[in-house]
């Protein structure tokens, strides 16, 4: 069944060199930079995956899906990216209707997936020290269309976390051991911790803090990524590999 592009929904134009940009089809009249002046209107009624030409250039359209939210984010900072995020939300058990808590918004691209995961029943909390990284992470999670599942909060989680009982808290700070204590506090037991970082000597640190206190499934992965490239001469693995991005620490409270 062939189905057509209605009011309010977000829609993804991709270009011929394969660049995405979203459009919310109940905005009015703008210019988005790579597409130039659009009136969303003038998508309606037409189908999903169809062609369209605007101004001297053509696009297909799609209903937006998580990846191409994820890859027409506009960065204001380094991104959690897809290889590590569904790395993140198996081991969390994010799901609908999960409350969840994340400290380091960035560019909120973790935060449009753990939204889609939670939605419609669940909740996001962001916490992070910079008003105007939550000012430009909320812009994109808006754009997304999941504004109403986010509550973005200015506030260091090192200092403390207000919320209780939740399901998971994912760290992506530079010093996670910092805010242990704080987050056994607030899981709920069973609930999951998350801890993002870059560097050996912060996962180090991190693993014998969690060692204090009564966590149990401590571990730490790393996820790496190589395309497989086919032609009609067979296939072979890429010469460009997406390696090493971050380190990723899980724990499971107990009581």
């Not at 260091?156 to 700070?173: F, H, M, R, W």
Request: one cysteine or more; aromatic letters at 8%.
């Amino acid at each position: 069944m062939v189905e057509s592009i209605g009011e309010g929904e977000i829609v993804v134009m991709i270009d011929e060199k394969y660049r995405k940009y979203l459009v919310n089809t109940s905005w009015d009249t703008r210019k988005i930079r790579g597409v130039g002046v659009i009136d969303p209107h003038i998508l309606l009624g037409i189908n999903y995956g169809s062609q369209v030409t605007i101004g001297n250039k053509n696009f297909w359209v799609f209903r937006a899906s998580l990846i191409d939210k994820l890859n027409a984010l506009k960065r204001k900072s380094q991104i959690i990216i897809p290889k590590d995020i569904g790395v993140i939300i198996v081991n969390c058990g994010i799901e609908t209707g999960r409350i969840v808590l994340e400290a380091g918004i960035g560019s909120g691209s973790l935060t449009i997936a753990l939204a889609t995961a939670v939605a419609p029943t669940g909740k996001v909390i962001s916490y992070d020290i910079r008003a105007d990284f939550i000012e430009h992470a909320m812009s994109n999670i808006e754009n997304a269309g999941l504004k109403e599942y986010v509550t973005p909060v200015l506030k260091d989680v090192t200092k403390g976390i207000d919320e209780k009982n939740l399901d998971a808290i994912i760290l992506d700070i530079p010093n996670p051991w910092d805010a242990i204590e704080h987050v056994h506090n607030a899981l709920k037991p069973g609930g999951y911790l998350c801890s993002y970082s870059p560097l050996t000597s912060q996962v180090e640190k991190t693993v014998k803090t969690l060692w204090e206190y009564p966590f149990i499934g401590i571990k730490t992965l790393e996820t790496l990524q190589r395309e497989i490239v086919v032609n009609k001469m067979g296939l072979r693995p890429s010469f460009d590999m997406l390696g090493h991005t971050g380190y990723i620490t899980f724990a499971r409270k107990i009581l």
